[in-house]
């Protein structure tokens, strides 16, 4: 059975944001909703996928207010608690894109490359020195539909995260991973412009089991 860490966000996290305009709190979805449980269904039998979801991750960048968000550092532990594994699936840079780091698009892709050779070697030196890596640009923000922005987000976020996926592009082929655009199947829900509704969910978890099947021959 193939083994694969999914590594992200509160996208990956299952991030419910429904309710957050009505009562300024929101949830989880459940195993019939996230993808990574319907990623786990559709390749019953055949892998076994670890969540590692989290939401406020970033790429490289310290978060002043919230702790633990640093996706660099909480990397090795996500890996060794999960190896040996077969594959990665890494997407992460939308809280990047936040006001509070000020970040560009380029230093926040120099993030993602930090991680990503990080992980190379956490690769070579494991179990299974072949597992493969796929990188997935995050879909971009907008506006949620009362014409306002989710927590720090603004109109330079959306600026920055439109660049964000030929810069990940970039990277993928310097380091030998497997690239998707996920702003190419879905758009994030209008309750608040950055995370995945039901729907998306469900198209994101369709087309990353194509991709995956491919990647390991399943």
Known sequence: MKQILCYGDSNTYGYDSREFPITGKSGRYDETIRWTCLLQKDL???????????????TVFEDPL????NGFTFLDVAFKSSEPLDLVVVMLGTNDIKDQFSASAIVIASGMERLIIRLKELISESHNPAAKILLVSPVNVTKNAQG???YDFSE???IKGTQLSS???????KYSCTFTDANQWIVPDTSDGTHFNPEGHKIFAEKISVIIRQLLNI
């Open 156 to 158: 330079e976020s959306i």
């Open 167 to 173: 810069l990940y592009q970039g990277i993928a082929k």
């Open 66 to 69: 919230e702790y633990g968000r």
């Open 44 to 58: 019953e039998n055949i892998a076994h996928i670890y969540e590692a979801g989290m939401g406020g991750r970033t």
């Open 148 to 150: 306002g922005f989710y």
